[in-house]
């Protein structure tokens, strides 16, 4: 059973950083390409960052390029998202997807509230 | 900047059929933008669909099926039950590793 796990979520004030990770487990890690999608309170999905089965390059939406930054570690089937320069505007819950293009699972999401 | 489009809010009879559409702000949907479709229930994590069109994720029931219908990307949900009440998103592939999300759209059954 395909299981992704999101964690490291909570509150942080803006300009911080925080570090999500996402541990996954029922398939093979290293073969997907994988995604982390926000959604903020009461708003609709928003697509935030990519990264392919092998690692070798990263994508993200406009919205984040140059704060945040995703890797894996194929050793460990863990997705990560590094988030810097928070802001208020980041406050969502992020899910970790597996593989849009082929039909992903998601994660439950783990919840990031940027305030002071 | 490119916005995918969606209705924000239908309603269906129960047992009835709606077909939610994903469009583009300019231009049209194709297959080589692989839309896929996402159900959420409030408090709940998405569930995909559909994907690359047309193709249903495992363990979808066959009265969800995924098209192009004229120039966007089409969801058709036949004999609507009370538990299809949720939010449908659509997702489209914009090449170079990037996805764009539409609005959303709210389904009531009723």
Redo the contacts between chains.
């Keep these: 059973e395909v299981q992704l796990v999101e964690s490291g979520g909570g509150l942080v004030q803006p300009g911080g950083s925080l570090r999500l990770s996402c541990a996954a487990s029922g398939f093979t890690f290293s073969s997907y390409a994988m995604s982390w999608v926000r959604q903020a309170p009461g708003k609709g999905l928003e697509w935030v960052s990519g990264i392919p089965a092998s690692g070798d390059t990263t994508y993200y939406a406009d919205s984040v390029k140059g704060r945040f930054t995703i890797s894996r570690d194929n050793s460990e089937n863990t997705l990560y998202l590094q988030m810097n320069s928070l802001r208020a505007e980041d406050t969502a819950v992020y899910y970790c997807a597996k593989d849009i293009l082929t039909g992903g699972y998601w994660g439950q999401g783990t919840l990031v509230t940027v305030s002071s | 900047q490119t916005v995918v489009t969606q209705e924000p809010s239908f309603s269906v009879s129960p047992g009835g059929t709606v077909t939610l559409t994903c469009g583009l702000s300019s231009g049209s949907v194709s297959t080589t933008y692989?839309p896929?479709w996402?159900q959420?229930t409030p408090g709940q994590?998405?569930?995909?669909l559909i994907?690359?069109t047309n193709?249903r994720?495992?363990g979808v029931p066959d009265r969800f099926s995924g098209s192009i219908l004229g120039n966007k990307a089409a969801l058709t949900i036949t004999a609507a039950q009370a538990d299809d009440e949720s939010?449908y998103?659509c997702?489209l592939?914009m090449g170079?590793?990037?996805?764009?999300?539409?609005?959303?759209t709210k389904l009531t059954v009723l």
């Design positions: 692989y896929s996402f959420q994590a998405p569930r995909t994907y690359s193709t994720s495992s939010d998103y997702a592939y170079s590793g990037i996805w764009v999300f539409g609005g959303g």
